[in-house]
């Protein structure tokens, strides 16, 4: 019997795919930059790869209404869902070989390794390429992952067009993945998603392991400060309504809104404009954003209050009616405790450093874990570097998010029951 808990990847191996994928899409004269557009060339000679690589080691290939790959490994238990590694092959225009890349490749790894050993998961295993995650080419991003879920409908995603007014659905007619599973039909166990952090903590900490114990929720607001436009010479202080006086002490407060519940709390403003401009005008009227982060609704709601107050307070102070208009909001996800401590178990028994922490950025995990036990494993990334032709990891890296997926996997397939092995 395979000692299961000894059963490591073949890291060398996992790097060269690694490296060998990455020439489909590679940007000409940069180190590691890559623009592979959802379907595009390059996304469909990866993906070629891909099934090619799955085919070979025995994996029978499902291809959904939205193109996304299916690749599965049969279990010993026939009733059982499988439990699925997904992510996306797709980058940004000038994005890294890493950033969703990792944990698709690694999840190939994964059953690589455990066709190598003769293993024979309880749960089947899948394999999965998420479609258009980036959103670069089509927007909404993680557009598959969503319909999946249920978030969007397949008529509004297969209606979605590129710059050149390309439909997703011909897209797909066009580079022959057209699949024709339906999108969402096939159950999963648990979905797990091993993914470059996106973010400097884990190197800041010196940390191997990110356990992520969800991705927090994001609220949009999109606000305007209204006073009255004079001149700077002839008005005194005392008779002004000035927008920006106004908008930068809400600016003020917003900063402390995001300092509110440290470490959990994040307000920004990405946008502030005054209007109309002019070097010796006081601004009658300020535009802004406003981005307020949480990983909890309570949390959210508290904030938003306080911008709410913080506005009102303004406007009857300063004489500038202030309106806060919300534009988008996205829920926190909570991933699966179940999931979460498969994930932890595997972290400490590699003797990997790790930490729990939430996800700053969206991922195919946030719709699956609507659907699905989900959980995510993020390994550092340099300087926190992503969407971005510099973006890059370690192969020590890549090593041991792989051996951490594997061992999960494994952790949670056997949860109930022992797993048994091909004779
Ligand atoms: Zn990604």
Same mark, same amino acid.
């Given at each position: 019997m395979t000692d299961h808990a000894a059963l490591r990847v073949d890291a060398d191996r996992l790097w060269r795919s690694l490296n060998e994928t990455a020439r489909f899409g590679a940007i000409p004269d940069t180190a590691r930059g890559m623009c592979r557009l959802t379907l595009g060339e390059a996304d469909i000679a990866v993906r070629r790869w891909l099934i090619a690589a799955c085919e070979a080691i025995g994996m029978t290939i499902v291809i959904d209404q939205l193109g996304t790959i299916i690749a599965r490994r049969d279990g010993s238990d026939p009733a059982l869902a499988p439990i699925a590694m997904g992510s996306h092959l797709d980058t940004q225009p000038t994005g890294g070989r890493f950033d969703g890349i990792l944990g698709v490749l690694a999840g190939l790894e994964v059953v690589r390794t455990l066709h190598d050993a003769g293993i024979v998961t309880r749960h089947p295993l899948a394999v999965i390429d998420w479609t258009n995650e980036e959103g670069a080419r089509f927007a909404p991003a993680m557009v598959a992952s969503g319909? =999946?879920?249920?978030? =969007?409908? #397949? /008529?509004?995603? %297969?209606? !979605?067009r590129d710059r050149d007014g390309v439909t997703l659905g011909e897209a797909l007619a066009l580079a022959g993945f057209a699949g024709d599973a339906p999108v969402g039909a096939q159950a999963l166990a648990a979905h797990f998603e091993l993914h470059i952090e996106q973010g400097p903590v884990l190197e800041a900490e010196a940390l191997d392991i990110g356990v992520v114990s969800g991705v927090q929720g994001i609220r949009w607001f999109d606000v305007v400060v209204r006073g009255q436009t004079c001149h700077a010479g002839t008005t005194p202080m005392a008779l002004r309504r000035d927008a920006l006086h106004s908008a930068?002490? %809400?600016?003020?407060?917003?900063? !402390?809104?995001?300092?509110?519940?440290?470490?959990r709390s994040l307000a920004t403003i990405g946008l502030f404009q005054a209007y &109309? +401009?002019?070097?010796?005008?006081? &601004? +009658?009227?300020? $535009? %802004?954003?406003?981005?307020l982060r949480h990983p909890e609704v309570a949390g959210l709601d508290r904030m938003e209050a306080a911008l709410g107050e913080s506005a009102s307070a303004l406007a009857s102070e300063c004489g500038t009616p202030i309106t806060v208009t919300p534009i988008w909001s996205s829920p926190p996800v909570c991933f699966d405790p179940g999931v979460i401590a498969a994930i932890t178990r595997a972290t400490e028994r590699l +003797?990997?450093?790790? $930490?729990? @922490? #939430?996800?700053?950025?969206?991922? /195919?995990?946030?719709?699956?874990?609507?659907?699905? &036990?989900?959980? @995510? *494993?993020?390994? &550092?990334?340099?300087?926190? *570097?992503?969407?971005? *032709?510099?973006?890059? *990891?370690?192969?020590?890296?890549?090593? $041991?998010?792989?051996?951490? #997926? #594997? !061992?999960?996997? %494994?952790?949670?397939?056997?949860s109930a029951d022992s797993v048994s092995k091909v004779a």
């Open positions: 319909v =999946f879920a249920g978030e =969007f409908s #397949l /008529d509004y995603a %297969l209606a !979605q930068a002490r %809400l600016a003020l407060a917003v900063d !402390q809104i995001g300092r509110s519940d440290p470490g &109309p +401009g002019s070097r010796n005008t006081a &601004p +009658g009227e300020v $535009r %802004l954003t406003v981005d +003797g990997h450093s790790y $930490r729990t @922490m #939430l996800s700053g950025a969206g991922h /195919d995990s946030v719709y699956t874990a609507r659907v699905a &036990p989900t959980g @995510m *494993i993020f390994v &550092p990334c340099e300087a926190g *570097i992503s969407h971005n *032709i510099a973006e890059n *990891i370690t192969p020590a890296d890549a090593e $041991r998010g792989a051996n951490v #997926l #594997l !061992q999960a996997v %494994l952790d949670y397939d056997r």
